[in-house]
């Protein structure tokens, strides 16, 4: 499944998929994007030297209008986007473009979102109001009244491992001890960290993630829906079936036809 898109008047909301891409261009609107997915790759800003990223679920961005943008992955992650009219955008002050990390707001928003563009017959005026909150949320960070957590900034090296960890492990039980144990913390302040640094919890992101897996499973291969939860570690088909039903609005047979 490609680009897919939704104009609902004064912005463009787009969900770019997980596969490689380049672009490079600057937009006339204000870009905000939402990272539901982790994803490495090259970018620059405003014609800055090039350098690596290493985006994480969570991290809110928000671009001046006009400020060009380079930006190529090799294998890319799923990415809610959205550019707002120059009339309705905040301004976006202090550097062209802004970076706002463990966003529980925005990313709940993108995920909204991603399931009314997904759907069978998108809802113009909900994915408006959906967009607007995410504007208004911008607006607020931007003029400092929603601070960005900051105190576990120093533990993201140490969920760089958790993240790598539940990638590695998805078909198998994730117990939330044992990542405790990976990041060196004891349970509830890894908790505190994790959803903090991520914007989800251990839980959620897991459930993603297998989520995630799952809508490639179903779009790149005909395995069976038995097989598929099997090697996303869900524990029956079922529940793979309710939740797909709940986050992208297709039950496994449409999402694969779609």
Do not use: N
């Not at 909150?133 to 533990?155: E, F, I, N, Q």
């Not at 913390?185 to 897996?213: D, K, Y």
């Not at 793979?240 to 496994?252: N, Q």
């Amino acid at each position: 499944m490609g680009m897919v898109e939704l104009d609902v008047g004064w912005a463009r909301i787009a969900l770019l998929p997980s596969a490689p891409y380049s672009a490079d261009g600057a937009s006339s609107a204000c870009v905000m994007g939402v990272a539901l997915e982790r994803q490495r790759g090259v970018h620059a800003v405003a014609g800055e030297a090039r350098r690596d990223f290493d985006a994480w679920p969570g991290e809110f961005a928000l671009a001046a209008p006009g400020v060009p943008v380079f930006s190529e992955s090799a294998h890319g992650g799923e990415y809610l986007v959205v550019q707002a009219d120059r009339a309705v955008a905040p301004p976006v002050t202090g550097a062209p473009r802004r970076l706002f990390r463990g966003q529980r707001e925005a990313i709940a928003l993108a995920r909204s979102l991603r399931r009314l563009l997904l759907s069978q017959q998108p809802d113009v005026q909900q994915a408006a109001q959906h967009a607007a909150a995410l504007l208004a949320h911008g607006a607020l960070l931007l003029d400092g009244a929603t601070v960005p957590a900051t105190a576990y900034d120093a533990d993201r090296a140490l969920h760089a491992r958790v993240l790598d960890a539940i990638d590695a492990m998805l078909a198998s039980p994730l117990p939330l001890e044992g990542l405790a144990d990976l990041a060196g913390m004891p349970l509830l302040r890894f908790l505190r960290s994790f959803t903090h640094t991520t914007g989800m919890t251990p839980h959620a992101w897991i459930t993603e993630r297998r989520l995630q897996r799952a809508r490639r499973m179903l779009r790149g291969t005909d395995a069976s829906l038995a097989d598929i939860a099997a090697a996303c570690g869900f524990s029956h088909q079922s529940h793979l079936g309710a939740l797909l039903k709940r986050e992208v609005a297709h039950t496994p047979a449409q999402y694969r036809r779609r």
